[in-house]
T-cell receptor, first 113, second 115 residues
Framework: GENVEQHPSTLSVQEGDSAVIKCTYSDSASNYFPWYKQELGKGPQLIIDIRSNVGEKKDQRIAVTLNKTAKHFSLHITETQPEDSAVYFCAAMIKAAGNKLTFGGGTRVLVKP | GAVVSQHPSWVICKSGTSVKIECRSL??????MFWYRQFPKQSLMLMATSNEGSKATYEQGVEKDKFLINHASLTLSTLTVTSAHPEDSSFYIC???????????FGPGTRLTVL
């Protein structure tokens, strides 16, 4: 089955700096890659996603890049703010395989004011 | 749009009792819903896929007789933890997939504590 690895597990940045989280996946059939933000005691919230036919997608301060050949994708957060502090999860899905998401281990991001 | 609710948000029960958790898609229909379990400081682990009108599909290692899933309508799935034990204490999260789309939208989670 699919295996998703996520790095780093923790990330501390100064407010205003950029944060980058990287994920690799094992199954080349994966074709949908969402990113979720989870605040303490809450469910994950979809913040951005990318499909396998696209290499990059941006939404304001958040961007995601996908390298299908290398089987890795990354989340970039620019101009970080204290409210960006949370746990971020990447995931991969094979659309033809029941639309099941496989999650990475998560990255705890702390933005220091 | 795309709001998923869960009820209750937290529950404390005695060992040996059963607990039912509801997952509702409030503004869209979801043929498929998913149930996850999350232990502290860990990632989400898929327990089962809930399909409206048919039996749920369980992931390897998840006891189907212990975690009963019923997807009675296009907007409601329930997870019943039967004969709960302290090791079942966890954060249970559901998600609903909008029909014909890839996106899954997650509920706020239910924290179960079994004494």
């Amino acid at each position: 089955g699919e295996n998703v690895e996520q790095h780093p597990s923790t990330l501390s940045v100064q407010e205003g700096d950029s944060a980058v989280i990287k994920c690799t996946y094992s199954d080349s059939a994966s074709n949908y890659f969402p990113w979720y933000k989870q605040e303490l005691g809450k469910g994950p919230q979809l913040i951005i996603d990318i499909r396998s036919n696209v290499g990059e997608k941006k939404d304001q301060r958040i961007a995601v890049t996908l390298n299908k050949t290398a089987k890795h994708f990354s989340l970039h957060i620019t101009e970080t703010q204290p409210e960006d502090s949370a746990v971020y999860f990447c995931a991969a899905m094979i659309k033809a395989a029941g639309n099941k998401l496989t999650f990475g281990g998560g990255t705890r991001v702390l933005v220091k004011p | 749009g795309a709001v998923v609710s869960q009820h209750p948000s937290w529950v404390i029960c005695k060992s040996g009792t059963s607990v039912k958790i509801e997952c509702r898609s409030l503004d869209f229909q979801a043929t498929t819903m998913f149930w996850y379990r999350q232990f502290p400081k860990q990632s989400l682990m898929l327990m089962a896929t809930s399909n409206e009108g048919s039996k749920a599909t369980y992931e390897q290692g998840v006891e189907k007789d212990k975690f009963l899933i019923n997807h009675a309508s296009l907007t409601l799935s329930t997870l019943t933890v039967t004969s709960a034990h302290p090791e079942d204490s966890s954060f249970y999260i559901c998600s609903a997939r909008q029909n014909r789309l890839n996106e899954q939208f997650f509920g706020p989670g239910t924290r179960l504590t079994v004494l």
